[in-house]
């Protein structure tokens, strides 16, 4: 289906194409559109219901100016030392100066004393509000459209994409002067709240054009949820709950007053954990019960008070979502490697902002407003830079494992069973989250024997099966990347952990860029340039790795 062009094909031009429908994307496309261009997004679901912001509210780092130098330097010491405070600084003051906006846009924040308060947003109705606004200025948005590849001009600049609209049943091509990725990470079809659109499209297709990814050891971010209903990741509920074990031992779970991180995964793996939410307070339950409603949910539909009975819990994969890895930005326009390419959100590494710990909640929302906007301004003025004659050049498309197969067997690889292996070699705390070496060189084994699956012949009889086949071949792609990442930084740092490796190296001041498809490679990219220790350049495939 994708090999040629077809009668049937949807052909567009646009100055500046967007790919996304979250936060991140809509802030980009109005930035974008700002500056007087003409912008298209496309997203894979509808774009307001779709992703993990639109499930349910989420906080916002905005504090107030007078507040602005302590929480930069919370956020730094929680990043340790990868971390960047420019950028920390950068993301907060573009924020608070851009929730008005918001407010003027329609949404109603919560007043006190004749004052918003703008510290989270309820996600359907934000993201209502930012679909309107896009419509209000313009923005043409394409539903119910995932991108699968990129397009690319003679000289390697960006040149647009291509994609399929499920529910026309055809595929359809955007050529525009500058793409803006901000179509989110990867959470692994973990069915984590809102997340299973974040399949790490935007990552493999960036990869295929050119562009590096960065931080990819840290995509094991697990949240927790009841087991019952292993899908709402809420976990401010939690804070106020006693945890036990099959047989009603209190099992702790605090460090000074507060939830140790590290506790359940490490409970869950040696039994069944419970949890029961008695030490919460009338005020803490009216606030969970109204701010948190989302988590109560499982709780009021199953007849349990979470109160007084106790519930199982688990963990959830939400990989990149909330962890920090993604595709490399390498300037402040949030550009990448790739002339005319840019990455917003989620799909962009947010190292700069967490180092290799996770950003989820408050700091991934700011994230999502700020680059937005600085990837939508910067993506408006390359398209403008290449003239009126951007959408005549010479393009070919980048995509192939998922999309294009050089092999003469008829047979079509299954995609559901590479999804499922990929999961089985993710999913697992054992392997994912206490990490060590020879783990790792496993799984690379098996993920390798599943991207050899992928470059085989796809399933295309239906647009579904298209975006399922490259669905498929992305999760191996990003798996991938996390673990050979994960298996050449040798050392205990933030949610990266080794346990072979369990302290951090005050020596390892790095940021770990990686790439390759047939061939993977991890590049140290030094935080301070007086480092002992030259940068070093690992181009090993996973084969090779694997016989050490």
Not at 10 to 24: E, K, N, R, S, Y
Not at 77 to 103: F, Y
Not at 377 to 402: D, I, M, N, W, Y
Not at 469 to 498: G, P
């Amino acid at each position: 289906m994708l090999t040629a062009y077809s009668d049937t094909e949807l052909q567009l031009t646009a100055d500046v194409l967007v790919i996304g429908g979250g936060p991140a994307a809509a802030w980009a496309a109005w930035a974008a559109a700002s500056q007087g261009v003409k912008v298209i997004i496309v997203d894979k679901g509808f774009l307001g219901t779709s992703g993990a912001a639109a499930a349910s509210g989420n906080g916002i780092m905005a504090p107030s100016p007078e507040n602005w130098e302590k929480v930069v330097s919370e956020r730094y010491r929680t990043g340790k030392n990868l971390a960047n405070l420019r950028w920390i600084e950068r993301v907060i003051e573009k924020t608070w100066l851009s929730l008005p906006l918001v407010e003027n846009w329609g949404y109603r924040f919560p007043k006190e004393n004749g004052e918003s308060v703008r510290q989270s947003y309820y996600g359907p109705e934000y993201m209502r509000v930012l679909r309107k606004n896009l419509l209000r200025v313009g923005v043409q948005i394409l539903d119910q459209s995932p991108a699968l590849e990129l397009l690319l001009a003679d000289d390697g600049s960006v040149a647009g994409a291509r994609g399929v609209q499920r529910q026309n049943h055809r595929t359809y091509i955007v050529r525009a002067g500058a793409v803006v990725l901000a179509n989110g990470g990867c959470a692994f079809l973990s069915k984590a709240l809102g997340c299973n659109t974040n399949t790490g499209d935007g990552l493999l297709m960036a990869v295929e054009a050119g562009g590096e990814l960065s931080s990819m050891e840290a995509s094991n971010h697990y949240a927790i949820s009841t087991a019952f209903n292993a899908t709402v990741t809420r976990g401010v509920p939690f804070g106020w709950a006693s945890y036990t074990d099959e047989a009603g031992n209190d099992l702790g779970g605090y460090i000074n007053g507060r939830r140790d991180p590290s506790f359940l995964p490490n409970a869950l793996l040696k039994g069944p954990v419970y949890a029961r939410l008695d030490r919460a307070t009338p005020e803490v339950k009216a606030v969970i019960e109204k701010s948190h409603f989302i988590a109560f949910l499982p709780y009021k539909k199953a007849g349990i008070d979470p109160y007084t009975e106790r519930v199982p819990v688990t963990l959830v994969l939400e990989g990149t979502v909330r962890g920090t890895g993604g595709i490399r930005i390498v300037n402040d326009s949030c550009g990448t490697k790739v002339p005319g390419l840019y990455a917003a959100g989620d799909a962009a590494s947010r190292e700069f902002l967490a180092g290799l710990a996770s950003g989820g909640g408050g700091p991934n929302a700011a994230w999502a407003i700020s680059t937005g906007q600085w990837a939508g301004v910067g993506a408006a003025a390359f398209a403008k830079s290449l003239g009126a004659h951007a959408h005549e050049r010479v393009v070919r498309p980048t995509g192939q494992a998922g999309l294009r197969s050089h092999s003469s067997a008829s047979e079509t690889f299954d995609s559901e069973a590479v999804v499922r292996g990929v999961q089985a070699e993710m999913f697992p705390l054992e392997k994912n989250y206490l990490r060590c070496e020879q783990r790792l060189l496993d799984s690379l084994t098996k993920l390798e024997t599943l991207w050899q699956q992928v470059q085989g012949n796809p399933k295309q009889d239906t647009v579904r099966d298209v975006e399922f086949s490259r669905r498929a071949a992305a999760l191996v792609a990003v798996a991938r990347w996390a673990y050979f990442s994960a298996l050449h930084r040798t050392e205990t740092r933030s949610e990266h952990i080794r346990v072979d490796y369990p302290e951090t190296d005050p020596n390892q001041l790095y940021y770990q860029a990686t790439g390759g498809l047939e061939r993977l490679w991890v590049r140290r990219d030094w935080v301070k340039e007086a480092s002992p220790t030259p940068p070093v350049l690992t181009t090993q495939t996973t084969a090779s790795v694997s016989k050490l």
